[in-house]
């Protein structure tokens, strides 16, 4: 049975109240709202969104959580739920025509479609000049998609909205890791990223959720924009290239998705130069590049022959984290943008609230 949000904040209020470990709802929710800057509208409202989500997802209230949290919903959004996205109209309307010319829709037919009448009365063209936020665009596309047959043939199972929420969160990341979400789900996973409540319970899953090897937090926050072990995977890779003397992108990604066997991505293909010495065949070299997104990965046999031999050859420690090198790139995006950027900003904010 899931729980309303008074409900479950009872709940969970009486249990914290006499577990052996850790603050109570109560406390949490105090001390989160005393990190969140003065001038932040409904600071109670943020502050007991995030307490129930740390407390449902047994997450460590230390203030180095508390304020990795912050520090994300600060730089994503500036503490709005559902965020206004500059110039988004003309960037939808964009993507709607660049997805019609992909699959081969005249333009006038995209237009026709377009002035058809939606739910609530108003054609989609008139809905999509005036979209502001990622939930509003969401709302459109869904529409769309129910309703008319060309918006079937343009975006089913394909919403272009993929982030969303007051942490920019994934929304396939929500949807697959929904099973133990503790509101009542209004309508789909999809609309609850959208809210308050949701986007801060899955963005604080995305970004606490798993254990890292990191020592310092700016690692963690290049992971949130760029994937989890994206630090220490771009740190293998670093150290590939120093082993084998070739250019590496440092992006964090070991493997093509679904590359064949005989068509491997730069950096398998460079370890596969380190077969040899690693004692290892194509096939056990790409099973091991398999675990890049587990925490093991530290501890396998590829990891450490690597090491051992790009240090060797460099005659010093190499770091088993480094920033990835990715450039942003998004139609919302109007500047050049990077995840070391963003993980540096995030950093900064991060040492402020602990500050506060």
Known sequence: MRLTGLALFALLLGACATAPRGPSLQDLREDVARRIPANVPDRQGWATDIAVAMQAQGIEATPENICSVLAVLEQESGYVADPVVPNLARVARAELERRAKAKYIPVFALNTALKLPSSDGRSYADRLAVVRTERELSEVYEDLVGRVPLGRRLFEDWNPVQTGGPMQVSIPFAEANARDYPYTVQGSIRREVFTRRGGMYFGIAHLLGYQTPYVRKVHRFADY????????????????????????????????????????????????????????????????????????????????????????????????????????????????????????????????????
């Open 225 to 356: 924009n760029a994937g989890r072990y994206a630090s220490r995977n771009a740190a293998f890779q670093n150290a590939v290239a120093v082993a084998t003397g070739r250019e590496l992108a440092l992006d964090g990604d070991l493997l093509n998705p679904g590359a064949p066997l005989d068509r491997p991505g730069e950096t398998e293909r460079a370890v596969r130069q380190l077969a040899g010495p690693l004692e290892m065949d194509e096939r056990s070299i790409r099973r091991a590049l398999g675990q890049g997104d587990r925490l093991d990965f530290n501890d396998s046999v590829i990891f450490r022959r690597v090491f051992a031999l790009a240090e060797s050859r460099a005659g010093k420690t190499l770091p088993r984290e480094v920033l990835p090198g990715i450039r942003l790139e998004s139609p919302k995006i109007t500047r050049e943008l990077s995840t070391a950027w963003f993980a540096n900003r995030v950093y900064d904010r991060y040492r402020r609230c602990l500050a506060r």
